[in-house]
């Protein structure tokens, strides 16, 4: 059964999130990240510092989430973490247990992490009045149905309720490509 409600989806691309002490070992102590646009979660940020994700086949660069969080973690589509050699569990963020770790480089050293890397679970932020409206509550797994001209039923949706969140739905680029969601056609209607 549809809810009736839309939500706008954003993609989200290979990035990461590193604590205090990484980020003092990667770019100097005391570096602060620098915030280069907002992002649509309150408080969230992107920055304009790339750090380097090593794997077993090569490398890649990933820009910096701010600000600064409790764990080292690196969210990479299925594609980018295929091209780097590893193979993340599909996670909800901060599920990170079990998950791999991999080398981090920066401008003055390197981390080596044990776990962290991973896909992330496609998920709904929502405020507790709008979850009210919606008719979800936390944890609950929607489905998400796409039109256009890839039309497409996301299905496993996890829904994250806080009075922290602005209402978005999140998927990476793999997904985005796939269903074909543009700025034009980035509204997806929650099936209950």
Wanted: charged share 25%.
């Amino acid at each position: 059964m549809l809810s009736g409600k839309r939500v706008e989806i954003e993609g989200s691309g290979k990035h990461c999130h590193v604590t205090r002490e990484t980020l003092d070992t990667l770019f100097g102590e005391g570096f602060e990240l620098e915030n280069k646009k907002n992002l649509s979660q309150p408080g969230q940020f992107a920055t304009p510092h790339k750090i380097t994700i090593v794997g077993p086949k090569r490398s890649t660069d990933v820009t910096i989430l701010g600000p600064c969080r409790k764990a080292d973690q690196i969210e990479l589509s299925l594609t980018d973490a295929t091209a780097i050699g590893l193979k993340p569990p599909i996670r909800e963020s901060g599920v990170l247990d079990g998950s791999p770790g991999c080398k981090l480089v920066g401008p003055q050293g390197e981390v080596e992490i044990s776990e962290g890397v991973i896909v992330a679970k496609r998920h709904i932020h929502i405020t507790p009045d709008d979850a009210a409206a919606f008719g979800v509550s936390d944890k609950q797994i929607v489905k998400v149905k796409v039109d256009g001209d890839r039309a497409i039923i996301l299905d496993e949706v996890v829904v994250r309720v806080s009075p922290d969140f602005a209402t978005y739905m999140h998927v990476d680029y793999d997904e985005l490509n796939a269903a074909a969601i543009t700025p034009a056609n980035n509204m997806g209607e929650v099936i209950v």
